[in-house]
């Protein structure tokens, strides 16, 4: 009887325990590649531990709520990426990982309703980011009936000013401004609306900082602020400047440091160059360059929309392939060799410095071709490999000894002593059946049984 008893109180703390687990839906079938999660719980909140290479991601839960750090939420849905995050960034291409992720706002149309005291400073915050951004941002004065808009309130509840989410993620999404926080912290938070996570969160941040998670005290309500995100992307280079990013000091304690062992501070002042290209990589260039992606020896390329009193600077990746003649918004581009550059502007507006890119292909490139298995009897395949171009096709010729020519890339019997000629032609917008290569080589009788 008491046996009874004791499996009963065993099969009801296990339903207990699943209906817990509930909310885990543990790790999904795909997790088999050794990813674990650790759970923790401190103070009510879970501490959800999920390995990233090295590192450990940590994801606070309270209640439904999933806090990246203590002024960011995600979504259940962007915390169930995270945990099979180990998996998909082998499966998935990185694009697809990071739009799956952060759904971005459509048309870079950020909607939101003022429900706080601070409107003047909320402007000045909006204006800091419409300066240097391709975003619209557009005012409600009440609830439009769908949940594409942001709600911006007044909490000081948390100590922090912070977002309940990141991206336009569907259900209500709400600023919370903490009256000790000024415009640009008010900045930062609608960054975080808009999709950017914090600078020293960026996959690639091992390349750029060194992190010392050690120093910091084992809990990891504080551990998880230094978060990587796997499934984000960090665009140029680690920017020190960014509004995004967290000081390397935190009370007295190097916790981040540059490769060369210095700190840095932070600023909540304006828009650096890497977030501005951060929220052009979103959302588009606010300056896009007109211009074509490839030209043969000269293009102009112009930015239509630059506004009065902006200016414009030019400058080439590699110099050696094009010189530059700027003419107000325009540049004409001369080519002087072949190859592949930027092209960059920098606009200068309101105080900022807002840089611009495009790729520009100056053609052609030299083809390479490599022949397998010539001089011997028997068959011989012929490839092209490297330096191709988008918009150009090649066609390879192969001549016998006998003077019979063949076209298709692959397989050409060597069936005939004597020489080959190998002979490759490009075909783009600057030239027609071009010769680019030419070769030769002697098929010889290696003794082979067969005659
Ligand atoms: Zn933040």
Not at 164 to 182: A, F, T
Not at 213 to 222: G, M, N, Y
Not at 278 to 292: E, H, R, S, T
Not at 293 to 322: E, H, K, M, Q, R
Request: hydrophobic share 35%; glycine share 8%; net charge neutral.
């Amino acid at each position: 009887m008491r046996k009874k008893h004791a499996y009963l109180a065993i099969a009801l703390l296990l339903l207990i325990f699943v209906g817990c687990q509930k909310l885990d839906e543990s790790i999904e079938p795909g997790l088999s590649n050794g990813n674990t999660i650790k759970v923790d719980t401190i103070g009510g909140a879970l501490f959800h531990s999920i390995p990233y290479q090295h590192h450990n991601v940590i994801i606070k839960q309270v209640d439904d709520k999933y806090f990246f750090s203590d002024d960011i939420q995600i979504s259940r849905r962007q915390f169930n990426l995270l945990r099979s995050g180990g998996l998909a960034e082998y499966t998935k291409p990185r694009s697809a990982i990071i739009d799956d992720f952060t759904y971005r706002w459509s048309s870079g149309e950020w909607r939101y309703l003022i429900a706080s005291t601070r409107r003047t400073e909320i402007l000045q915050a909006i204006q800091m980011i419409a300066d240097v951004s391709n975003i619209t941002f557009i005012e409600l004065t009440s609830n439009p009936g769908h949940s594409n808009y942001v709600t911006i309130v007044d909490d000081n509840s948390e100590g922090t000013s912070f977002s309940n989410h990141i991206g336009c993620e569907p259900g209500n999404k709400e600023l919370h401004l903490h009256s000790s926080q000024g415009v640009g912290t008010i900045a930062h938070e609608i960054l975080h609306s808009l999709g950017i996570f914090h600078e020293q969160t960026r996959p690639d941040r091992d390349n750029f900082i060194n992190v010392f998670i050690d120093r910091l005290p084992s809990d990891p309500t504080v551990r998880y602020q230094y978060n990587i995100n796997p499934l984000s992307r960090g665009v140029g280079g680690f920017d020190f400047e960014s509004i995004m990013l967290y000081p390397s000091v935190r009370n007295g304690v190097t916790i981040m440091e540059r490769k060369d062992n210095t700190t840095w501070g932070f600023q909540r002042s304006y828009l650096s160059t890497g977030d501005i290209q951060g929220l052009a990589a979103l959302y588009g260039d606010k300056f896009p360059i007109q211009g074509p992606t490839s030209f043969c020896n000269s293009a102009t390329y112009s930015i239509s929309n630059l506004p009065v009193g902006a200016s414009v600077s030019w400058a080439v990746s590699n110099t050696t392939l094009a010189s530059l003649a700027p003419s107000g918004s325009a540049v004409t581009i001369t080519r002087s060799a072949y190859g592949s550059a930027n092209l960059l502007a920098t606009v200068l507006f309101n105080g900022n410095s807002i840089v611009v890119t495009k790729p520009i292909i100056l053609v052609y490139k030299q083809p390479t071709i490599t022949v397998n298995g010539g001089n011997t009897w028997g068959g011989s395949k012929f490839y092209i490999i490297g330096n191709t171009e988008p918009g150009t096709s090649y066609r390879l010729e192969v001549t016998t000894p006998s003077g019979s020519v063949y076209t298709a890339l692959g397989e050409v019997s060597l069936d005939q002593l004597g020489k080959y000629w190998v002979r490759l032609y490009l075909t783009n917008s600057c030239f027609t059946e071009k010769l680019v290569h030419t070769s030769s080589f002697i098929s010889v009788d290696d003794g082979g049984p067969i005659h």
